[in-house]
């Protein structure tokens, strides 16, 4: 009876074929998975190789192009059908600079033309591939860059940045404005000679710059740059290819790609590593993007109903779990590895994506060099039909041992809840807080003396070290950390809130975990109290750097907290058993105070013991010293790790709103 039943679903099986040219297939599981790494375009100047992934199409053509947009094809050639669901085609001659898109046919319907998931190279507004030597896209001195050296995970003091703010300013000094070289760009100044764009970044001591989203994104048209349209780019188009607005020839595929590459580079030679913050869990389009016109639905996630399922809140969301798109997310980022010489990403709603698949991204690209670093947002923004238990949560982290998730525990223990505006929390006075102020010191792992249940968004540990633990307070996303002050505690002075800023920034510097940063906020960058500005101008946008002159003394300050987190390791420990072991929390009654102490000579500081004390109230609190005489290093105005003076008493008078950094070396 099975050999019957299996006969007649042969005969179906051709007799389908035979009618649509397809192969009929009973759902997405039963598409064939493509094992090979030479989907898209295999290039020389001898040859030219396409190889597209299209299994229920029943026709491929191949466009080739003279321009980037418009025009009659030049050339359309038929693809041959090949295995697992492939289609190829073989040109024996040199197409370079040859622009291409693919077009198939469904059910008896042409899709639209796209160039395809594996494209690489594109033209303006990334709708045409581009045949490119990518070899000759390498700036001077490419083949021996070097990726700057980094310890553990919690080495790393990142800094996230939109390639267009940096530089667009008019003060910036910068020429070229908005664009990856005006990241690659050094010796520029502004204002009173102040060091600006990747100058500045590295005299500020951070180790790693994120990138907010530099593929090719849809949202700007790269024909009307002139018109200066701003958008933080998380509408991907092009997964594989930078984005046009940010080179300065956006018709160019190779353009794009040299400068991207100029600006790592310059990045690298300055010890900065570069993060690319990546958005594989949604498309900008849905019925009509680049994956949906070549195989239809299953690049995404699907409701009872069949309609498109939206945990991004962005119209869609990509099926991480399914076998083509796991194997595209791995050998993406593979990609931008090996071709880019990145250093890390961050992923956008990494909740969406499965955990199987997140473990595989950290594997794949922890066997090219371990010290890349993969963080995410551990949530989602709606619900989902992937099950909860599969989901690469902020509750799963430690089920996914090579990345790292924000906590956003700390983020608004330190300044309130990011959807209440008014809220104030630890760094602004608020009582109530201190529990969660707490499970961020410790980097949101097992510690006896944090007492879970009084923990806002977590009821238990959900870190297995401090290496999965990006400790922040602010981001692109929600007000500045500056204007969110502004918002809640619009009834104090000004230099209250100066109080409080610094403080919010020390306890961020000063806690286990992986160190965030979002970049301005160490001269108090405002956008004149827009939340989100995804889209606003670059009025609203762009990194005043006279703000450096204005606020030298914050930016001092928090240049000297680098330096000290840099210096000291206990600041860095890299277990759970360490923090354990060496960090100590004192009991201290008034609801904003917390003092701890890290002792021992913690992950191998020359220092034997350290006290960090954190006071979010107005005023002076006392704070019981351990025995011994003890060196201030950091107070609420200056960091000097030589000593700003000494003290031996049993209390210690902590001025309000401010943190202290002392150590017996």
Known sequence: MTKFLTLLIAIFMTVACQETGAPDYDSYDDYPVYEGRDLGLTYSPEASVFRLWSPPAEAVRLHFYEQPLGGEPSRTTEMERAAKGTWTARFAEDLLGTYYAYQVKIEGEWQDEVPGPYTKAVGTNGMRGQVVDMAATNPEGW?????????????????ELHVRDVSQHSNSGIPH????????????????????????????????????PSFDYRSIDETKLAENRYNWGYDPQNYNVPEGSYATDPADGATRIREFKTMVKAMHDKGLRVVLDVVYNHTGWTETSLFNQLVPGYYYRQNEDGSFSDASACGNETASERAMMRKFIIESVKYWVEEYHLDGFRFDLMGIHDIETMNA????LHEIDSTIIVYGEGWTAGDSPLPVEHRALKAHTAQMPGLAAFSDDIRDGIKGSVFVHDERAFASDEPGRKEDVKFGIVASTQHPQVNYDSVAYSDAPWAAHPTQTVTYVSCHDNHTLWDRLEISCEDELKAERLKMHKLAL??????????????GSEFLRTKNGVENSYE?????????????????????????????????PAFRMKTQGQVQKHLRFLETKHPNLIAYTISGNANGDEWSNILVILNGDAEYQSVNLPKGEWTIALDGTQVKPSGIGQVNAKDLQVPGRSAMVLYQP
Do not use: C, M
């Open 177 to 212: 404005k908005g664009k990856f070289l005006g990241l690659a760009e050094t010796g520029t100044t502004g204002p009173e000679g102040v060091a600006t764009g990747l100058d500045h970044i590295a005299e500020l001591g951070v180790t790693h710059v994120h990138l907010l």
């Open 506 to 519: 020390a306890t961020v510097l000063t806690s286990q975990g992986i160190s965030f940063l979002h970049a």
């Open 361 to 364: 991204v950290t594997e794949a």
């Open 143 to 159: 083949d021996e860059d070097q990726r700057p050296a980094l310890g553990s995970r919690t080495d790393a003091i990142i800094y």
């Open 536 to 568: 606003s101008p670059d009025s609203i946008n762009q990194i005043d750097w006279a703000r450096k002159v204005e606020y030298a003394g914050v930016h001092n300050y928090v240049k000297g907290l680098i330096a000290l987190r840099k210096a000291h």
